[in-house]
């Protein structure tokens, strides 16, 4: 089955009052436990982009909250990652 992209437009927005925080590879050790940590929070909107190979791993981010962007085909990608999506 082929791998489905999903981009913060699919994503229903959480709340809009926070600071949004851009996690590059938060899906890796270190983005990941930073990604934890924000969630647990509850003060920030996350925002994670992730590589092809971490389609898994960003499904189980999404469903605690955070918005997730990829996988990110290229760096241009990354270009688009932190504006505004309605």
């Known amino acids: 089955m082929a791998q489905q992209a999903f ?8 709340s ?3 600071p949004l925080v851009v996690i590059c590879g938060a899906t890796g ?3 990941g436990a930073v990604a ?10 996350i925002r994670g982009l992730c590589k092809p190979e971490d389609f898994g791993a960003s499904r189980e981010l999404q469903c605690e ?3 997730m962007i990829g996988p990110l085909p ?11 999506h309605l």
């Open 74 to 84: 290229c760096p241009l990608s990354l270009l688009f990652s932190h504006e505004t």
């Open 65 to 67: 909250g955070c918005e």
């Open 29 to 31: 050790l270190l983005g």
């Open 16 to 18: 809009t009052n926070k």
């Open 7 to 14: 981009s913060p437009a699919q994503v229903s927005p959480l």
């Open 36 to 45: 934890d940590a924000l969630i647990e929070s509850r003060k920030f909107r």
